[in-house]
């Protein structure tokens, strides 16, 4: 479900989380086959074909979901994507994050507005903005 994709994500870098990401994605495209997989997914097959490949840090969250829900083990994208918000607007209950600290504190070019609109979905989120913002909540969570 993305959050599950690493056991520890407060000991990752942004890089090796969206890696874990990846791999937990491209998992089920392996099963499924990539032409399969971007047919029954509606994502564009030449990311499909990248992500089978290797690094896809573009990746939006909506798409990685529909690609996990190909999936027995997954929901569908819809749930997946709102079980990651869930999870991280937990974590920042917990760790006493607000977006503003969040934005200052990772290497995206995103203010707070910004990280906000990305976490209740109004902007889409990238893998590699997930990661960044995931493993600084979960960071946060660990001290």
């Known amino acids: 479900m993305l959050y599950d994709a690493a056991d520890d994500p407060a000991a990752l870098s942004t890089t090796e989380l969206r890696e874990a990401y990846e791999t937990q994605i491209r998992t089920v495209v392996d099963d499924v086959g990539v032409e399969a997989a971007a047919a029954e997914s509606g994502v564009d097959e030449a990311q499909v074909a990248a992500l089978a490949d290797g690094a896809v840090p573009e990746m939006h969250v ?26 991280l607007l937990m974590g ?43 493993g600084y909540i979960a960071e946060r969570n660990d001290r």
Not at 62 to 87: N, Q
Request: hydrophobic share 45%.
């Open 92 to 134: 920042m209950t917990t760790g006493v994050l607000d977006v503003d600290t969040i934005a200052s504190n990772v290497a995206l070019d995103l203010s707070g507005q910004e990280v906000q609109q990305a976490l209740e979905g109004r902007t889409s989120m990238t893998l590699e903005q997930l990661a960044a913002i995931h």
């Open 62 to 87: 909506e798409d990685a979901a529909a690609l996990l829900a190909l999936s027995d083990d997954y929901p569908d994208s819809e749930a997946i994507v709102l079980e990651l918000r869930d999870h």
